[in-house]
């Protein structure tokens, strides 16, 4: 395979051209998963919120764990069911920020069966989270998504001040401004 040296505006070009198309395919296809994996946390936060409240029983909070339960397979049957289009480098990148999160977030998750007061969980998935959401707004040049990030970021040190069950309809506040409204953005732009 032959090699070709790109000038400085040929290579400029190009990482534009797939920044535009990485961009588009994320309007595109995205949204609906900011939107999936967004309902799906304000839900289940509202339920844990509101069956803790009325039984005092902390073992509702195993209800988190439906999150990845419902929303993986649901993710993955969305981007089998989705127009197939060309991944770029940046698209690529893209995907492996967020599975190297969900790596994070799932260890994170399992540590809590060892010793489930070693961290606050709920700021630092926040916070993990947030920081997915800021990068690829970055890397993709788009407002909305990059404003929803850094303004989850700056949030969620709400949730260090926040005790008790007000720390999960604190949460469930970010599944909104994190995902459902970027979502509902992504969506939009189609």
């Given at each position: 395979m032959e090699e070709k040296n790109l000038t400085?505006?040929?290579s400029l070009e190009l990482i534009?051209?797939?920044i535009k198309?990485?961009?588009t395919n994320l309007e595109k296809n995205g949204g609906g998963i900011y939107l999936l994996w967004g309902y799906l946390w304000l839900v289940i936060s509202l339920a844990i919120y509101f069956l803790l409240v009325k039984s005092g029983d902390y073992r509702v909070q195993w209800l988190w764990f439906a999150m990845p339960i419902i929303g993986y397979p649901s993710m993955i049957y969305m981007i089998k069911k989705?127009?197939?289009g060309a991944v770029t480098f940046i698209g690529r990148v893209i995907g492996c920020v967020w599975i190297t999160i969900g790596v994070a977030a799932g260890l994170l998750s399992l540590y809590m069966f060892?010793?489930?007061?070693a961290f606050p969980?709920?700021?630092v998935m926040a916070l993990l989270i947030n920081v997915g959401v800021a990068i690829s707004g970055l890397?993709?040049?788009f407002k909305p998504v990059i404003i929803a990030g850094f303004l989850g970021i700056a949030l969620s040190f709400v949730m260090l001040m926040v005790s008790g069950p007000s720390q999960i309809l604190v949460s469930a506040g970010f599944a909104v401004i994190m995902?459902?409204?970027p979502g509902h953005i992504l969506n939009r732009h189609v």
């Open positions: 400085q505006n040929e534009s051209r797939m198309e990485t961009r989705r127009e197939k060892i010793d489930y007061s969980i709920l700021f890397v993709i040049k995902l459902i409204i």
